[in-house]
């Protein structure tokens, strides 16, 4: 016997069991993108190497470690296994002059792929669901993008989910904080790990995300982007808390909130949760204003954010509000494989009429028993078993068996119905 060929490690199959919860909440997510004017855009799994390096930086961890990179055996191109999709659609929007007519408001869905350690609600092959708001440049669309989260939470019932915000302000602000940043971390050289040692000339302003317990007081200590931020850029950040204030948005202030993608600026948020132990971050964006002209684009501004969509879906595990599979309506019980042609078209009417309807099929052993039959139909969790036996074949009939109470308190029954009239039994069944 061969080897058995498993998944490649952090990057898991999503099983009948799971995928309706994962159905339900990208239903969930549609209708809210709906409900805001969003409309949805989808973009290649494989983008060049030089979208992520150009677009997130190349001193980011994402681009530095995690990135899936592969030279492209036909003609040599650097391809890389897209990490996060704020920069295809970005490129896509550029790529199509997308803004020729004005801003666009846009969502997507899919796979990202990141080599890190696999960890709960962290896997190599990941799933995020993201919202840009491109070609807009005030605060109310920071906020607008901040309320659609929230209104994610109370559509999914979460609780507990807190929202951190911060300012990058522009780059000419954070080159002053930068110069000041790196002059204090130097001054204190022999507190610094590895990582902020690496980072303290390349990105100093990624070490006061640091998650090294042993710098803390360090990383509290060091100068504040929002003592240097200007005029225009306190603007904006206030213009985005009095919306937020005036639709009782609360919110808390975090100066070390710096995103890891260079592109941000301005406005950058998080929503967080004691929930997921130390994955606490569940979704977060900011303005990435530069991002279109440094890929190419003609410039122009641009918020967004995205959401890990397993992260989400063990919140509501844990908290028991995945709801339950789709209801089997009936599981048909068939006698002898002749009867397969009528069967099939039966069961065709019946799902015509809205009805989700199982047909027994034979297997290795033949259709087997009508015990066995009904065995798996009750195992199903179907409402009902219909039967076709080779009497009631004989007479034009089905049988219809109830397997479950009646919700409503109905006495339950098993009783016949012409074949013809299964239509009808359908929508009594619906009333």
Request: aromatic share 8%; net charge neutral; with cysteine.
């Amino acid at each position: 016997m061969a080897d058995k060929i498993t998944a490649v490690k952090g990057m898991n199959d999503i099983l009948p069991a799971e995928s309706a919860g994962w159905e339900w909440l990208e239903q969930q997510l549609r209708n809210l993108m709906a409900a805001y004017g969003y409309r949805n855009v989808r973009t290649p799994i494989v983008e060049p190497t030089a979208l992520f390096v150009r677009g997130l930086g190349e001193v980011t961890d994402i681009v530095e470690k995690e990135m899936y990179s592969f030279e492209d055996r036909l003609n040599g191109e650097a391809l890389t296994l897209r990490p996060e999709n704020t920069a295809g659609v970005v490129r896509a929007v550029a790529e199509h002059a997308m803004l020729y007519d004005g801003g666009k408001r846009l969502y997507y869905m899919g796979p990202m792929f990141r080599h890190e350690r696999p960890q709960r609600g962290r896997y190599r092959q990941f799933h995020q669901f993201g919202a840009e708001a491109l070609g807009f440049a005030g605060p109310d669309v920071d906020a607008e993008l901040i309320m659609m989260a929230c209104d994610l939470w109370s559509r999914l019932g979460l609780t507990g989910v807190k929202l951190e915000i911060n300012s990058l302000g522009q780059p000419a602000e954070r080159l002053q904080h930068r110069q000041a940043l790196i002059a204090y971390l130097s001054a204190h050289q022999d507190q610094l790990d590895e990582d902020a040692r690496r980072r303290l000339h390349s990105n100093p302003l990624r070490i006061l995300d640091t998650k090294n317990p042993a710098m803390q007081v360090l990383v509290n200590g060091a100068p504040r982007l929002m003592d240097h931020l200007g005029a225009e850029s306190l603007a904006h950040f206030n213009g985005l808390k009095a919306i937020l204030d005036a639709n009782d948005v609360a919110y808390t202030i975090n100066p070390r909130l710096v995103r890891g993608m260079d592109y941000y600026n301005l406005s950058v948020f998080e929503f967080v949760t004691d929930q997921l132990g130390s994955q606490g971050t569940v979704c977060a964006g900011g303005r990435y204003d530069g991002l279109i002209g440094q890929i190419g684009g003609k410039p122009a501004p641009a918020v967004g954010w995205a959401l890990g969509m397993e992260r989400i879906l063990e919140l509501l595990k844990s908290a028991n509000l995945l709801p339950a599979p789709p209801v089997v309506d009936a599981y048909a019980v068939v006698a002898t494989a002749n009867a397969w042609p009528t069967v099939a078209n039966v069961l065709r009417t019946l799902r015509a009429q809205g009805l989700n309807v199982l047909m027994h099929s034979a297997g290795p052993d033949g259709l087997g028993s009508m015990k066995s039959q009904f065995k798996k139909a009750d195992g199903s969790g179907a409402r009902y078993a219909l039967v076709f036996g080779e009497d009631e074949l004989a007479h034009g009939m089905v049988s219809v068996k109830p397997l479950r109470a009646d919700p409503n308190g109905t006495p339950t029954v098993q009783r016949q119905l012409p074949i013809a009239e299964s239509a009808r039994w359908a929508t009594e069944l619906q009333a």
